[in-house]
């Protein structure tokens, strides 16, 4: 049974998402620890905007929810030290066929702040490949998370959704487009050189920004610039470069403050010391600056908004600003999203009937060979007899196989068991429970 724990902007504050956001261990391996060998994999998706643990149950529905909400709040407490009394109110719960349905609207950007953004997709990949490395992921998880990035894709290229290139990156700017004439004019520093710096690259440069350096407190800035044909700023020169910028954007995973309101009193003095004729230009700028945190934990002291002249943009308050959804573009994305996850669930639920199938047809080609026998003992001359049972059987089967893969579409597969039990006294209730437990893959 598949298993999600969802805490995010619709159900959690920031300040929660934040602690949320900087485990002291991987939480993935630790649910598969604390669930012992009723859970058979997890894949946990962490972004901005949420934290959510799917997980692969091998237990019952009633007993598998239990077991497997206490196994991810006591990872949780583990890696982050968010108990789990804080979390209470915090998340909602899923299980079943209601996992995929979420899963796919998450990946198609459907339960994003900004409603189609494209870094969601990315991230729900990455969670997958993060597993895989954990050796925490499972048949049926790798089955969910590949059909995910499918209905994400079938999103994409059959809706409005995605297509304008959405995203908090991008929304951030348009708030800032409101005080900044000309984009071409502006000094623009970026902290940070993840995937999410190459999308707020690509968005600045479509905003018309051309002034662009780049610092990575991991050293990664000189790779990042040649790659992007931007500015490393070093170490040394950081604090000059923030007090030197008309705008700071910061996007790193680093789990301490980037830039404060020393970091701006530590530029203003070196570029005081400095001649002009090294700095280029004054260090003051007619109008206010701006400094937009996209960072999760907080990349930003908020005592930079004390900084005079410099106004300070988090994500906490971009999705105050968060545009409503595109009622009929967003309509036509959620048909798609529940028609994937049908498939997706139908798929599971043939694959859980197989074991009563093989059953079935195990006991009735059992009876067949014991009569083929007893015909070949009397002598059937050129195997005509045998024949004719063979054909039989086989149309004999035709429905009841029909009706097994039917009825486990529509939930009704236990009506089938009961029926082969009932019917013929086969037991297979073994046997599907080793079918629908998923071989673990350590990719």
Known sequence: MLLCVSASHKTASFELLERLSVPSSPVAPLITEHGGECVQGAVVVATCNRFEAYVDMDEPVTAGVALGVEATLAAIESATGVPAR????????LGGSEVAEHLFAVASGLESVVVGEGEIAGQVRRALTESREQGTTSAELERLFQRASEAQRGVKNSTAIGRAGRSLVRLGLELASSRIADWSTQRVLLVGTGAYAAATVAALRDQGAENISVHSPSGRAAKFAAKHGLHAVSAE???????????????????????????????????????????????????????????????????????????????????LHAPLEELQATDAARDLVR?????????????????????????VFGVLDAEVARVRARGDEGGQTEQALRHLVGVLLHTPTTRAHELAETGRADEYIDALSALFGIEVADSTASAERPVADAG
């Open 86 to 93: 804080e979390l209470e109110g915090s998340y909602t719960v």
């Open 237 to 319: 020169t950081f604090p000059m470069a923030v007090a030197h910028a008309d705008l700071v954007i910061t996007c790193t995973t680093s789990e301490h403050h980037v830039v404060s309101a020393a970091t701006f009193a530590a530029g203003r003095t070196a570029v005081e010391a400095a001649a002009p004729a090294a700095t280029g230009c004054p260090v003051d700028h007619s109008g206010r600056r701006l400094v937009i945190d996209l960072g999760l934990p907080r990349n930003v002291d908020p005592d930079v908004a004390t900084v005079p002249g410099v106004d300070l943009l988090d994500l906490e308050t971009i999705r």
């Open 339 to 363: 028609d994937a996850a049908r498939r997706f669930v139908s798929v599971g639920e043939r694959k859980n009937i197989t074991p009563a199938v093989v059953a079935l047809r195990a006991h």
